[in-house]
């Protein structure tokens, strides 16, 4: 279904619709948990191409698409970093206290 007549409204409308392609980038390059970041992108890519041609029920559907993706990669990726602060956290802690353990019972040293 091809639009033959064009106005200014419309291609304001067309300008409107995001696709997220900037947020899809970021996501791939730095948050790309289990390759959601691409799987934005590509949505991105595609809300993009159908709003050149005008296709704008289609370049919201794939925006929205690429929305959700690019949420759910930021959110995941910052559980799975705030998991690995907290682990690597306890790791010290646990490396302190060996450390401590050791001293007072001089294991593992001369003496």
């Not at 698409?65 to 559980?79: G, M, Q």
Request: aromatic share 12%; glycine share 6%; charged share 20%.
């Amino acid at each position: 279904m091809a639009k033959t007549v064009s106005s200014d409204s419309e291609s304001t409308v067309a300008g409107s619709v995001r696709d997220y392609l900037v947020w899809s980038i970021f996501n791939l390059s730095y948050m790309n948990f289990g390759c959601l970041g691409l799987v934005a992108l590509i949505f991105s890519i595609k809300s993009r191409d159908r709003k050149i041609v005008e296709d704008l029920e289609g370049a919201r559907y794939f925006a929205a698409k690429a929305r959700t993706f690019n949420i759910a990669a930021a959110v995941l990726s910052a559980i799975v970093f705030i998991i690995f602060i907290a682990l690597l956290a306890a790791g010290m802690f646990k490396v302190a206290k060996t450390v401590q353990l050791q001293q007072k019972y001089k294991l593992f040293g001369k003496g």
